[in-house]
Structures are given as C-alpha cells and as structure tokens.
C-alpha cells in the first residue's frame, strides 16, 4: 500500500477508466485524485511523488469504481467548473455545460450595452451557474432566479453563498414566472436567460446512461417534442421584459427553426437570432422584445 504514489495512482485510475469507455479518463482521473488528496490540479502535479494514506486510497477506490459505472464525475466530487467558476454540484441538479456558457457571454455583452442598473430574470435555474456566471460578471446586475425544484435551488444557494452574491442574486421556488408574480419589487426585466429543459422523448431514450441513469429527467425531459417549456415561456416572456429587452434561451442543436416560429408566433419581438456552437448546432436564440 505504502508503494501507491499520486503519479501511480494517476495512470493507474486512467487506464482502468479507458477500459471502461469513461469519457476524459486522465482528466476524469486528475479530478477524482484531487478530491481525494484535497489537492488542486497544479498541486498534484507537482506532488507526483507523494504517498497517499490508506484512508485516502479507500475513498479513491470506491470513487474510481463508481466513475468506472460511468457515473458523472462532477456528482462524485460535489463540485464542478463553469465560466471559470468554480461551483457545487448535487445530483438535485444537472451538471453545467460549456455549450452554456454561449448563453452566458451573450448575456453579460448585451447587459454591457445597456446603461444603469439591469434586472435580470433567470428561469430554470438548477444549480444557479447563469445566475452567478452573470451577476459575478456583471456588477450592476441584480438577478431573480427562479426554479421549481427545491434540491437545485439548495445547490444555486450554496453557489451563491461561495461567490458572495447574496446582494444581488435573489432565489425563487416555482413553475416558470409564477413565483414572479408574488415578487412586488420587480416586475420587468431587461433580460430573462434561461436554459430549460429541452429533450424530447425520443432523444430521451437515446441519451447517454451518465446522464439518464444520474441527472434528473425533470431538468432534461420536455414532452414529446422537447418543445414544451418553451411554450408555456412564451406564453408570458412578454409581459416579463421591458420595451428593448431581451430573452436568450438554450435550444436543442436542432431546434433553432421551430423556437424562431414559436417566437414570431407571439408577435412580441423586433429581432430574433438564431446562433449556433462551435459544433455548428443550433444553440441559442436571441429576441429583442419591440421597443414601443
Ligand atoms: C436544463 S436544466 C438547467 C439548469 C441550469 N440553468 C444550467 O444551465 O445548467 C433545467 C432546470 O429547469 C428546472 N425546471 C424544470 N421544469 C421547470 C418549471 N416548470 N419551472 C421552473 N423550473 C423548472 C429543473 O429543475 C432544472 O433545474
């Protein structure tokens, strides 16, 4: 046992999770292994030759075969990486994803655009990363943020705790705007973000087992055609926003057609964007609600 170094200990933890088919099994082994030894990644670096205590090894073991079951190595280690953030992570809420951060830049140039203090609503708020990404970003940013499930909204407290953002990041138990209704101080928005659930059921069927099998549906799953929250958005998205203000949403790779009807059916908005990631899929839309 006393022969297990951090440097062993790394390749050995890659090669068993490339032998299981773990997506990123070096980068996934370096963050098991810091959890573990309470390192950061440069520290374990230049630590390759320390031993690690028996206790430790344990913990390491059952994370490694966990991780090896493919489940998401961010739930194993309570914590992941966003907009250069660092932020805690339960299985209450679904893991943030680098596509996100599109949506979040978006929304911090055009809230730089804009003079004075902006309110920002964000919807479907999970573990609060578009909440704190923003207003961390964004010093004249006050942000509702708003979800129905109690577990994510514990994690996006905690998030906000960690980056000290109590002052300026409200949260908000509820379905959608309704908890908006009860709030006096603000009624309209200059932007609302929100990355909601968009999966259909036949994409839900097809998707990987770390995410069906670990992330909860309720934060996947959109109806039959994945379109069914952001329906029920646009029903209200008006009345939320200011003349000029703007409503970003994440969207499927695929559904940059069918949200652009879903928009121009309300009649609400001047300019509608469709923009897509680095993989060219369809990733967000962008509406500017007419300014009159
Ligand atoms: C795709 S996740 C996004 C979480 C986070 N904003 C992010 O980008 O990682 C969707 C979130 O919407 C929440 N949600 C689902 N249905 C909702 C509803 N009707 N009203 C409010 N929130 C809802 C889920 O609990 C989940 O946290």
């Not at 339960?90 to 680098?98: A, G, M, N, V, Y």
Request: with cysteine.
């Amino acid at each position: 046992m006393a022969s297990w170094t951090i440097q062993k200990l790394l390749d050995w933890t890659t090669e068993y999770l490339t032998s299981k088919g773990v997506d990123a099994p070096r980068l996934s082994a370096e963050l098991l292994l810091c959890h573990t030894v309470e390192l950061t990644r440069i520290e374990l670096y230049t630590q390759f030759d320390r031993q690690v205590a028996k206790r430790q090894l344990d913990q390491l073991h059952d994370l490694v075969k966990r991780a090896g079951l493919h489940e998401p190595v961010a739930y194993l280690t309570g914590r992941t990486e966003f907009y250069s953030l660092e932020l805690e992570i339960t299985s209450d809420c679904l893991i943030p994803r680098p596509e996100t951060e599109l949506l979040v830049q978006r929304a911090i140039e055009f809230l730089r655009t804009r003079a004075g203090v902006q309110f920002v609503c964000d919807l479907c708020t999970g573990s609060g990363c578009i909440a704190v990404a923003i207003a961390k970003n964004h010093p004249d940013s006050r942000v509702i943020a708003t979800d129905i499930s109690a577990g994510a909204l514990d994690v996006a407290a905690q998030n906000v705790e960690k980056h000290q953002l109590k002052e300026r990041i409200e949260l908000l138990q509820g379905d959608l705007f309704e908890p908006l209704v009860r709030q006096l101080d603000v009624d309209q928005f200059d932007l609302i973000a929100c990355n909601p659930p968009y999966v259909s059921a036949a994409e839900y069927e097809r998707l990987d087992n770390n995410v069906k099998d670990y992330e909860p549906k309720s934060a996947l799953y959109a109806g039959t055609d994945g379109l069914d929250v952001y329906r029920r958005i646009m029903e209200k998205a008006d009345q939320f926003l200011k003349p000029g203000a703007a409503l970003m949403l994440e969207i499927g790779y695929a559904q940059g057609p069918a949200v652009r009807e879903l928009l121009e059916e309300t009649g609400a908005f001047a300019k509608i964007k469709i923009e897509k990631d680095l993989h060219d899929n369809d990733r967000i839309t962008i509406a500017t609600k007419v300014s009159h």
